[in-house]
C-alpha cells in the first residue's frame, strides 16, 4: 500500500512538472513570436551615413563595381539637354571620399550607367559610349538615330544592353556590338532600368512595367504615379523608387507606398540611385544639389 502511495506521488509530480514545463515553453515561444512580428512590422527608415562634398556637377546616376570596390557616378555638368563637352564620369569610395574626380571626362550630358564585364555603358543624350574600367577610356560610341533623350541602361545575363529614350517612350538594345530598337511603349516617360534574368522592369510616369524581354510582352508590374527615375528591389515584390523630385519610396502591389525620405521642399533631387544590400545602403545622386548623399536603410 505504502509502495502504491508512494508511486502514484512521484508519478503526479512528474505530470505536473511536465504541465509547468510545456506552458512554460509555449510561453516563451509565444513572446519569441510577438519580438517577430513586431521587428518585421517596423516601418523602415533611412539613416544619414555621409555625403560627399559639393563638388560633383550635376551628379545623375550612381552605379557600384563590386569588383573595383567604388562608385561611378555620371555628371551632366550643365543642363540635362545641352552637348558641351564638360560632361565626365567620377569615382567615389564607399566612404564618400571622391578618388577621381574627372576619371573620364569629354562627354555631354552623361546619365544612366550599365557594366558588362570590363566595360561601363553610359547614356550621353542621343548616343551610348562604352568605357574601358581598366584604362579609363572611351572606346566605342553608339550614334542613336532619332534619340532625343536617352536615360537609364540594364544589362541582361547575355550582356544585352537596354536603354530607354524618355522623350520618344523607346527601348533600345545593344546586341553582339549592334545597336537597335527593341520596343516602343505606349507609356509616358520611361526611365529607370533594373534587369531581372529575362524580365526586364520599366520606370514610367505612370507605374513600374514588366516586360518578357524574350517574347516583348509587356504588363504594369505595379500602377504608380509621379514617376520612377531609379528602381532597386527589396525582395517579395518590393521595390525601393526615387522619383527625382526628391521622393524615395518603397512600392508594392496594391499597397500604398511608403515614404522613406522626401527632399522636395528643399529642392534637392533624388535621381538614379544605387542599393547595396550587402551594406543596406542607399547612395543618392543630387543632381543640382551636386552631392551623393548615402543612407542606411534599416
Known sequence: MKHFIRSNFIRSNFINSMILLTVFCLGTFALAGNTTKNTIGKKPSMVLVWETPKELEVPESVMYDAKQKLLYTS????????????GFIAKVNLDG??????????LNA????GIA???????DIDRVVAIDITKGLVTKTWE?????????????????????????????????G???????LDYERPNGLFMRGSTLLVGTAQGLLKIDT???TVAMEIAHNGGIDGIKPLGEGRYIVSDWKGKVQIIEKGQMPLVLMDTSAQKINAADFEYIPKKNLVIIPTFFDNRLTAYQLR
Not at 552623361?110 to 550607367?113: E, Y
Not at 564585364?117 to 547614356?123: D, M, N, Q, R, S
Open 117 to 123: 564585364g570590363e566595360i561601363l555603358y553610359v547614356t
Open 97 to 106: 571620399s571622391i578618388k577621381d574626380p574627372a576619371w573620364v571626362t569629354g
Open 144 to 176: 542613336v538615330e532619332g534619340a532625343q533623350f536617352l536615360n537609364d541602361i540594364a544589362v541582361d545575363p547575355e550582356k544585352n544592353i537596354f536603354i530607354t529614350d524618355m522623350a520618344t517612350k523607346r527601348i533600345h538594345v545593344i546586341q553582339e
Open 75 to 86: 555628371n551632366i555638368s550643365g543642363k540635362p539637354t545641352l552637348k558641351n563637352g564638360k
Open 110 to 113: 552623361p546619365k544612366g550607367m
Open 214 to 216: 524574350r517574347s516583348k
Open 178 to 184: 549592334r545597336l537597335s530598337t527593341f520596343l516602343v
